[in-house]
């Protein structure tokens, strides 16, 4: 009996582990995240994030980022690793359905737009 306990414990952190991994970022970090628009092909977003501020870990699916200020930042995903990255007023990129927690490590605000799409975006 004592193993199969050990078994349901494990498989309820790990499921509680991915929903927590999953969260929408309007309802986790109301802070930085507002919705602008939204309809049944998109959702825009506009996020705000002052110097050094940090979000909490979540998901997007397919999206298109706008950014609208120049930028530095970090993305830590769910297996730990890092990813820095420099943003340019003006620039526009595709971002594939991901989870993360980003950072602002620049010393000014950053500000983009993110146009998430829905049903799956272009490769559905």
């Known amino acids: 009996m004592k193993p199969r306990f050990v078994v ?3 498989m309820l952190c790990f499921c509680v582990t991915a ?10 970090d109301p802070k ?12 825009v977003l506009r996020a705000h994030y002052g110097p050094h501020e ?18 530095k930042t970090r ?3 769910p297996d730990g690793k890092t990813a820095d990255g420099v943003g340019k007023a ?6 594939p359905a991901q989870t993360h927690d980003p950072e ?3 010393d000014t605000p950053f500000d983009v737009i993110v146009i998430e799409l829905k049903n799956g975006g272009p490769n559905k």
Not at 19 to 28: E, I, L, T
Not at 32 to 43: D, L, P, S
């Open 8 to 10: 349901c414990c494990a």
């Open 19 to 28: 929903v927590a991994f999953s969260q929408d970022a309007v309802q986790v």
């Open 32 to 43: 930085h995240y507002k919705v602008e628009m939204e309809n049944a092909q998109v959702r």
């Open 54 to 71: 940090k979000s909490v870990m979540h998901s997007h699916p397919a999206a298109v980022v706008v950014y609208l200020s120049d930028g």
């Open 75 to 77: 993305f830590t995903y």
């Open 90 to 95: 003006g620039q526009v990129v595709y971002t």
């Open 104 to 106: 602002n490590i620049g």
